[in-house]
């Protein structure tokens, strides 16, 4: 696909999203007060910033992503190495991958639990396929074992797993609910 496709498939997305920001009084005068500086709103001023931050789907050009980038740089958000293990699996682009691994674990504990050998013609086959869900939800959680031990030596005043995991689910339902914003859609 190319850049200008790419572009009319995000531009068919674009809606209100509620995102909450905590501000004093006077920083959203300030903010008020210089959106409407640049005939803008605020709304529109915050989009055009993040478009640049994140080389959006509306952006102000290669001069302002590059200067937004060395905002973000400068401003050291991630001077003490990965932070959490939700940072480690985003910045590590596996993200998508540990995701994966986690619905494998929880698919094929349910089809375990769910299980019953009256499901078959005979025992041999209950027992191949409960043999090879138990192989597939231990290679996932060896593989999701693995990803957290990287992380843990590159982070020593982590959590336990059961505390990093909570932070990457409750990122993945934050972002489920931001981008179900049309009735109806499920989000991702």
Same mark, same amino acid.
């Given at each position: ?28 005068? #300030? !903010? ?10 605020? =709304? +529109? ?7 640049? /931050? ?59 639990? #769910? !299980? ?10 209950? =027992? +191949? ?7 597939? /939800? ?51």
């Amino acid at each position: 696909m190319d850049y200008t496709e790419q572009q009319k498939k995000e531009i068919a997305t674009v809606a209100p999203r509620t995102i909450n920001i905590n501000l004093s009084d006077s920083d959203v005068k #300030r !903010l008020y007060v210089k959106a409407a500086g640049a005939s803008l709103t605020p =709304e +529109e001023l915050i989009e055009k910033f993040i478009g640049d /931050l994140v080389c959006g789907t509306y952006s102000n050009g290669s001069d302002e992503r590059m200067y937004v980038e060395q905002w973000f740089d400068r401003c050291d958000f991630s001077s003490s190495g990965y932070g959490t293990f939700l940072a480690y699996l985003v910045n590590d682009v596996i993200y998508d991958y540990f995701t994966d691994l986690q619905n494998t674990v929880t698919k094929c504990g349910k089809e375990l639990a #769910r !299980l019953d050998i009256s499901d078959f013609d005979s025992n041999d086959e209950y =027992e +191949e396929e409960k043999d090879y869900l138990q192989k597939c /939800l231990q290679d996932a959680e060896e593989e999701i074992q693995e990803m957290f031990d990287d992380y843990c030596s590159c982070n020593k005043n982590h959590k336990t797993y059961e505390q990093e995991a909570e932070g990457v689910f409750k990122f993945r339902e934050n972002l489920k609910k931001a981008l179900a914003h049309k009735k109806g859609r499920s989000g991702f």
